[in-house]
Every structure is written in structure tokens, then in C-alpha cells.
């Protein structure tokens, strides 16, 4: 199972770059699956496959724009396509948004499912909406991004075991309070010790942000860690 990053700023991408977006392929690559549609990230996930076709679902986390607002601009794509329709996972709430996707999707609720070579299950998390973790399991090993949260007690037990820990570390350790719609960079480290996961990719980081202070505050209590990085492939 590989993960590639396609986009990793929030809540707005800063120049050339691009907002939450995701996409997990198993080894094969018969089955691939969209994590979130940020802004810009749909130009980037065309340069990773051969069409439409490749891919077997879109699941979006949460509806916040930062992690969805591509999905207008693929439904046109859709329009223009011979595909019928696209299977997409995402929240039924905030009701607004939800219902603005178009006909070619056709809608699941966020539950545990099998999609191709993946089980794939969710677990909800600490936001100011509806927002999911999800874990998916194929090839022999496991993935869990946390979506966007801040600390709650599901998402320990949901990451525990995993390979490879995709997590929200938006803030550092200065700037963070329980507050807060996300977790702090050494909170991350904090959670992938916890849950003795494989590997920590740090995402989700402000423009401008000190990736590298990030990162520090993240290995300091959880030294096999990286960020997210554009265009980063990784082998679950």
C-alpha cells in the first residue's frame, strides 16, 4: 500500500501549493482511493494516474472547503466523462454542503466498508464539524489519517498498531490550547508513541508556517517522523 500527498496546507493553500488531499493505492494499483479534495489538488492527483477509472472512491474526512472544495470542479470533470458514477464517503452534515454534490456521486455514509483490496473504517473525531478519522487495512498493513481534530479519546485507539500515522499538526506546542480545531505538532508525536504506530507524517500546516520547528517538536518525543511533502510517495 502506498500513500502519495497531493495537497497539505490549511485552511487556504499559499502560493503553487495546495490544500488536504490524499490518495492511497494498493501495491497492485487496482484499487485507489481519493482522502479529501482540497483546493488544487485535483490537477495533482491527475499527474499520479492514468484517468478517472483508477479510482474506486473519494472519502472526504469532514466539509470544511480546505478539504473539499475540488469536489465541484471533479463533478464537471465527471460531466464531461463516460463515467456514470463516482462512489464518494463523506459526513451528511454540514447539510448545506452535502447537498450541493452533484448527481455522478453516488453517496455513502462514513462505516465501516470494503472497497477493492481495503477495509476501510472510521472513527469520529474532535472538530467544530462532523469529521472523521479514517484506517485503512490491504497488503498486509494498516494506515490511519486522523482528519482534522484536536485530542479526544477515540483517535488513540483508533491509530493503535498502525504502519504509517497521517496526523493534523497544525500548531506548535506555543500556539496550541484544548480549544483549538487541531492538535499541536509534539500532540502528534505525543498520540504515535501512544498508539506504537510504524511511522508519523506530520500534514495539515499553515502557509508560512515553521515546518522545521514543527517537525523538531514531533521528534522530540517521537523520533521516526517526517512531513508531508507534495508529491511524497510513500510504501505503507
Excluded at 21 to 35: C, M, P
Excluded at 66 to 78: A, C, N, R, T
Aim: glycine content about 8%; charged content about 20%; hydrophobic content about 40%.
Amino acid at each position: 500500500m502506498y500513500l502519495t500527498v497531493l495537497g497539505r496546507e490549511g485552511p487556504f493553500p499559499s502560493a503553487g501549493h495546495a490544500t488536504s488531499g490524499y490518495l492511497i493505492s494498493s501495491d497492485s494499483g487496482k484499487t485507489n482511493i481519493v482522502l479529501d479534495m482540497g483546493s488544487g489538488v485535483l490537477s495533482r492527483l491527475l499527474s499520479q494516474i492514468n484517468g478517472l477509472t483508477d479510482i474506486d472512491a473519494v472519502i472526504l474526512s469532514h466539509l470544511h472547503f480546505d478539504h473539499m472544495s475540488d469536489m465541484g470542479v471533479l463533478g464537471y470533470m465527471l460531466d464531461f466523462s463516460d463515467i456514470k458514477t463516482m462512489k464518494l464517503i463523506c459526513p451528511n452534515t454540514p447539510a448545506f454542503v452535502n447537498t450541493q454534490f452533484g448527481k455522478k456521486f453516488d453517496k455513502y455514509e462514513p462505516k465501516a466498508m470494503r472497497l477493492g483490496e481495503f477495509e476501510i473504517s472510521f472513527a469520529p473525531v474532535k472538530h467544530p464539524v462532523e469529521t472523521y478519522a479514517v484506517r485503512i487495512c490491504g497488503d498486509g498493513s494498516c494506515f490511519v489519517y486522523t482528519g482534522d481534530t484536536n485530542i479526544c479519546p477515540e483517535i488513540s485507539l483508533f491509530a493503535d498498531g498502525a504502519d504509517l500515522l497521517l496526523a493534523d499538526a497544525c500548531f506548535l506546542k506555543r500556539e496550541w490550547t484544548s480549544s483549538k480545531p487541531h492538535m499541536s505538532a509534539e500532540i502528534c508525536g505525543k498520540l504515535a508513541a501512544e498508539a506504537n504506530v510504524g511511522e508519523l507524517v506530520l500534514t495539515h500546516f499553515r502557509p508560512n508556517s515553521d515546518t522545521e520547528e514543527l517537525l523538531d517538536e514531533a521528534r522530540a518525543v517521537f523520533p521516526n517522523c517526517r512531513l508531508a511533502e507534495e508529491g511524497l510517495r510513500v510504501r505503507i
